[in-house]
């Protein structure tokens, strides 16, 4: 196995690991409230920092590996820290979509889908079955990748050449299921999200930007976060000879590197989320005309995120009949 110079890696790790445990813990309270609004938002990022500290756990075994130079834990340990990893990979991705795709229905079409607004309950259910899903699927894609050593194993987070066909496959399937999906679903969401928001002249500026960030950021965290790792992972089985695949060992430690950032750039999440709510509270309160938020909210314009739509168009009826 060829790597970089281990000692950065495990500095870099262990700060990663230090700054994402507290982040994470905060950004699950913030999720908790606003699940206690009932805001479906919270349930995916509840799952994000979920989903992360557990992959502080692999990564405090994956920096324990760097700094023995050897694997002391068993097979067993190995297999569930791999697929603990794997599966922060794709639940991560699928929550981000997750997101950007609730605010493609809220922006795009927001009276369309109504019945899925402020249910909890359906975002809890997806939630669910995410997990499942990913779970299910990485552990036997693990248990075939790595379950041919024996368990007196001294390596882990290897790859085994030559790649089984199997192997070969299941490679394939999390490359385009796993990532490539969640990407262009967040992408087409990002887009039809910007030209709606930008043609809202109603749309203040400082909201279109934040709206806009936090699109950037769901979008960024998956190609930059798990574009690298992906692509490396099916490099791999594209090379049948690990004596040709010196170069794909450097982009092991620089794609994984990559992939660890998601920790910390999933908490600035909720900064957006939870500051576009408080625009739109304002954008309401200080609108000279609240009768041309009305107009537009039947006309499907409004740039309103977070709040329930349909109580607010309510509230105007009562007050401006």
Same mark, same amino acid.
């Given at each position: 196995?060829?790597?970089?110079?281990?000692?950065?890696?495990?500095?870099f790790?262990? *700060?990663?690991?230090?700054? *994402?445990?507290?982040?994470?813990i905060? &950004?699950?309270?913030v999720?908790?409230?606003?699940?206690s609004?009932r805001n !479906?938002?919270?349930?995916y990022l509840?799952?994000? *920092?979920?989903?992360?500290?557990?992959? $502080?756990?692999?990564?405090?075994?994956?920096?324990?590996?760097?700094?023995?130079?050897?694997?002391v834990?068993g097979?067993?340990?190995?297999?569930?820290?791999?697929?603990i990893?794997?599966?922060?990979?794709? $639940?991560?991705?699928?929550?981000?979509?997750c997101?950007?795709l609730d605010?493609?229905?809220?922006?795009v079409?927001p009276?369309?889908?109504? @019945?899925l607004?402020g249910?909890?309950?359906?975002a809890?259910?997806?939630?669910?079955a995410?997990?499942?899903?990913?779970l299910?699927?990485?552990?036997r894609g693990?248990?075939?990748e790595?379950g041919v050593?024996? !368990?007196?194993?001294?390596?882990?987070?290897?790859?085994?050449y030559?790649?089984p066909?199997i192997?070969?496959?299941?490679?394939?399937?999390?490359f385009?299921?796993g990532f490539?999906? #969640?990407?262009?679903l967040?992408? @087409? &969401?990002?887009?039809?999200?910007?030209?709606?928001?930008? &043609?809202?002249?109603?749309t203040?500026?400082? !909201?279109?930007n934040?709206?806009?960030?936090?699109l950037?950021?769901?979008?960024?965290c998956?190609?930059?976060?798990?574009?690298p790792?992906?692509?490396?992972?099916?490099?791999?089985?594209?090379?049948?000879?690990c004596?040709?695949a010196?170069?794909?060992?450097?982009?092991?430690?620089v794609s994984?590197a990559?992939? &660890?950032l998601?920790?910390l750039a999933?908490?600035?999440?909720?900064c957006?989320?939870? !500051?576009t709510?408080k625009?739109?509270?304002?954008?309401l309160?200080?609108?000279?005309? #609240?009768?041309?938020?009305?107009?537009?909210?039947?006309?499907?314009?409004?740039?309103?995120?977070?709040?329930?739509?349909?109580?607010?168009?309510?509230k105007?009826?009562a007050?401006?009949?």
């Amino acid at each position: 196995h060829w790597t970089f110079n281990q000692m950065p890696l495990q500095f870099f790790y262990m *700060a990663v690991i230090i700054t *994402a445990i507290p982040c994470n813990i905060f &950004s699950l309270f913030v999720a908790c409230q606003h699940i206690s609004q009932r805001n !479906e938002l919270g349930v995916y990022l509840f799952n994000l *920092a979920l989903s992360d500290l557990a992959l $502080t756990v692999g990564l405090s075994l994956w920096l324990d590996f760097l700094w023995r130079q050897a694997w002391v834990h068993g097979q067993y340990v190995c297999l569930i820290s791999v697929n603990i990893i794997y599966t922060n990979f794709y $639940t991560c991705d699928a929550f981000l979509c997750c997101i950007a795709l609730d605010r493609y229905l809220a922006v795009v079409h927001p009276f369309k889908y109504t @019945f899925l607004k402020g249910k909890v309950g359906i975002a809890a259910m997806v939630s669910i079955a995410i997990w499942v899903t990913v779970l299910f699927f990485n552990t036997r894609g693990t248990v075939m990748e790595l379950g041919v050593q024996n !368990e007196k194993l001294s390596r882990c987070f290897d790859v085994i050449y030559p790649v089984p066909q199997i192997v070969t496959q299941v490679s394939m399937v999390r490359f385009f299921v796993g990532f490539v999906v #969640p990407f262009l679903l967040v992408g @087409f &969401s990002t887009w039809r999200i910007c030209k709606v928001v930008k &043609s809202n002249q109603a749309t203040e500026e400082q !909201e279109r930007n934040r709206i806009l960030k936090l699109l950037t950021v769901i979008l960024l965290c998956i190609f930059l976060c798990f574009g690298p790792v992906n692509v490396t992972m099916l490099l791999h089985t594209m090379v049948g000879d690990c004596r040709n695949a010196k170069w794909l060992f450097y982009m092991d430690d620089v794609s994984m590197a990559m992939t &660890s950032l998601n920790c910390l750039a999933d908490p600035l999440l909720y900064c957006f989320i939870t !500051e576009t709510g408080k625009a739109n509270l304002i954008i309401l309160k200080s609108t000279p005309d #609240p009768a041309l938020n009305l107009r537009q909210l039947c006309n499907g314009k409004s740039s309103l995120l977070l709040q329930d739509k349909l109580s607010i168009k309510k509230k105007l009826l009562a007050l401006y009949g």
